[in-house]
């Protein structure tokens, strides 16, 4: 095949992928209506085992801050006067579970800010992680277009703006995790924090949420993976420290798909994830999910025992 027609081959699969990834709904019948996903089923550990410590209790490591700067350009003000009053950061459940969860050596905080430009970052020179007020506008603007592109509901932009931000600042934390407990990675960093935020968010999900709405907010994370895709990259995409967006989106729909195979065997035909690639996808979810694991469990703040003992469970079953 020409490297034309494999790239036009390559756009129609991401493009059916990318309309597939909100309409295709995981089936749920082989699914564990208590936990994210059965922990047997594919490495990964459940959300329902373990509660936080007892409220006011003498325990937990220095606890996040929150913080929303007003932004100068008059264009952003609408925006950060939504997710300061909606108090943005307090809606991420996965950041309140393990807010206080590690023995940091110096407290994390966590700001939205007019950055100038789209993005998100980790400072480790002020211990902050920075949400971009622009990165909200164009997550709602690409919402606005996954919503007409699939004819979804009217609540579906800020639902898609909701799902990235989970993800994206989760990836952030991870970048400050391995600063701050100056964790070992090989590899490219890049691509071990997307898989933290993965696991964060398949173990940590509100529990009112039902396994399907945990990996259908992982699902709008892996479709904004691609709104950059071009299929044809220069020399800086190819040297950059992230991979290229599609090779993180198969990432993501290989850690989703290892969680279940059987349940998601649907996504290998509907070319989300190519047969070859499945095939070892529990092996990478396990073998992601432990590594984080064995990583962070050492830096549990006083009061949080109970996570490594459920850790310990989950690594010796697991192995
Ligand atoms: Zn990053």
Request: overall charge negative; some cysteine; proline content about 6%.
């Amino acid at each position: 095949m020409s490297p034309t027609a494999c790239l036009t081959v390559l756009m129609f699969a991401l493009a059916m992928a990318v309309a597939g990834s909100a309409s295709a709904s995981p089936p749920s019948a082989t699914r564990d209506s208590r936990g994210a996903v059965p922990p047997e089923a594919g490495g990964a550990m459940s959300r329902s085992v373990v509660q936080a410590p007892a409220q006011g209790a003498q325990v937990g490591g220095p606890a996040f801050g929150f913080a929303y700067t007003p932004p100068a350009s008059p264009g952003l003000k609408a925006i950060y006067k939504r997710v300061r009053d909606a108090d943005l950061w307090r809606q991420v459940p996965e950041l309140q579970a393990i807010d206080g969860m590690f023995a940091l050596p110096r407290p994390l905080r966590f700001v939205t800010a007019e950055c100038g430009e789209f993005g998100a970052f980790y400072h480790p020179e002020d211990t902050e992680v920075v949400l971009c007020y622009e990165t909200l506008r164009t997550l709602y603007e690409r919402g606005q277009a996954h919503q007409k592109a699939l004819g979804l509901g009217d609540d579906h932009p800020l639902h898609y703006v909701r799902a990235n931000v989970r993800f994206i600042v989760l990836h952030e934390t991870g970048h400050a995790l391995v600063d701050l407990l100056d964790l070992p990675v090989t590899g490219r960093q890049e691509d071990a924090v997307d898989q933290l935020a993965t696991i964060l968010m398949l173990r940590f999900a509100g529990l009112d949420e039902t396994p399907d709405e945990v990996v259908g907010n992982l699902r709008l994370a892996a479709n904004w993976m691609l709104s950059d895709s071009t299929g044809a990259y220069d020399l800086a995409a190819y040297a950059d420290e992230h991979a290229l967006g599609e090779q993180r989106y198969f990432n993501l729909q290989c850690l989703i798909y290892g969680t279940d195979p059987e349940g998601f065997a649907g996504m290998v035909k509907a070319n989300q994830l190519t047969a070859a690639r499945a095939a070892g996808c529990a092996r990478e979810m396990r073998s992601a999910s432990r590594a984080w694991v064995r990583l962070l469990v050492p830096y549990l703040a006083p009061g949080y025992e109970a996570y490594g003992v459920e850790a310990a469970r989950y690594l010796q079953r697991s192995g």
